[in-house]
């Protein structure tokens, strides 16, 4: 009777765990860049009551006798399905259609992915720096900070549907600058380490990061687009409804386990 109760608050607290990464979801659901999560579950082990079991005729029965003891929670996966491109009025503002990830060079020295484009001119001592809004430098195709001369115009820039940057010359006619957003790629982006602001790092599980252009990638970067939340407010109330139900569901096993003993208890009294 005592594997019941711990079978059925291993299902509590997986669902509790459920519950969770669906409320994450809900409250980034106008996050710039971000990425659904869900839950997956595994069963525990099982305990084997009897290997070999007869029927009444003492022929041996071709299954054997074993209970499961619960589940627990067996990974967060991240679905990187694209999110709607909404219109920004951001003049660096940058939404990548396809695959890929922004780089940014993040405060200690680490870099850092993700595919929220919302991006800022700072000056800087070297010149005119293309950042996020936590002031992390944009890295390019070769992996360095984008930086503009002193000089430059940031009304004059713009970009072309690959991150090529272009500046416009006396004339108004936009011109090649040489400098082109670069995009990460992973072979396992299910893998990536997450942390705050829709912000990703590099781990072993997701592989080493290999660095594109847009066009190298078949994908496209929109300027005067923000990539919106892939989260799907309708399908994440029914998960949490499910969740709710399984959750009430073992806490009411758990209170027939315990009427159970209880009636155990008073016949043994």
């Known amino acids: 009777m005592m594997r019941s109760l711990w079978t059925a608050a291993s299902g509590m607290i997986a669902q509790q765990t459920n519950l969770d990464a669906i409320a994450h979801n809900l409250s980034n659901i106008n996050s710039t860049g971000y990425k659904t999560e869900a839950v997956n579950f595994k069963s525990l082990i099982y305990q084997t009551l009897q290997r070999k079991s007869y029927d009444s005729k003492g022929e041996p029965k071709p299954v054997s006798a074993q209970v499961g003891l619960g589940v627990r929670p067996a990974a967060i996966v991240t679905d990187f399905t694209q999110g709607s491109l909404i219109a920004s009025t951001g003049a660096f503002d940058h939404a990548i259609e396809g ?40 890295l390019d195709t070769a992996g360095n900070e984008i930086v503009f001369d002193a000089n430059t115009d940031s009304y004059k820039l713009s970009t072309d549907q690959y991150g090529n940057f272009l ?7 936009p011109q090649p600058t040489g400098i082109q957003i670069g995009l990460a790629y992973f072979p396992n982006p299910s893998g990536l380490e997450r942390v705050s602001n829709t912000m990703m790092k590099e781990s072993l ?4 990061v290999t660095i594109y252009s847009a066009a190298q990638l078949n994908s496209k970067i929109v300027s005067g687009r923000l990539e919106g939340s892939n989260v799907q407010a309708a399908d994440e109330m029914v998960n949490m409804i499910v969740a709710q139900r399984a959750y009430e569901m073992n806490s009411k096993a758990i209170k027939a386990s315990d009427e159970m003993l209880q009636q155990a208890n008073n016949l043994r009294g």
């Open 99 to 138: 695959e890929g990830f922004f780089m940014v060079k993040l405060s200690d020295g680490s870099t850092g992915y993700t595919r929220n484009g919302n991006f800022y001119v700072a000056v800087r001592e070297n010149g005119l720096a293309l950042t996020d809004a936590e002031g992390n430098a944009v």
């Open 167 to 173: 500046y416009k010359d006396e004339n108004g006619n």
């Open 205 to 208: 599980a997701s592989g080493q």
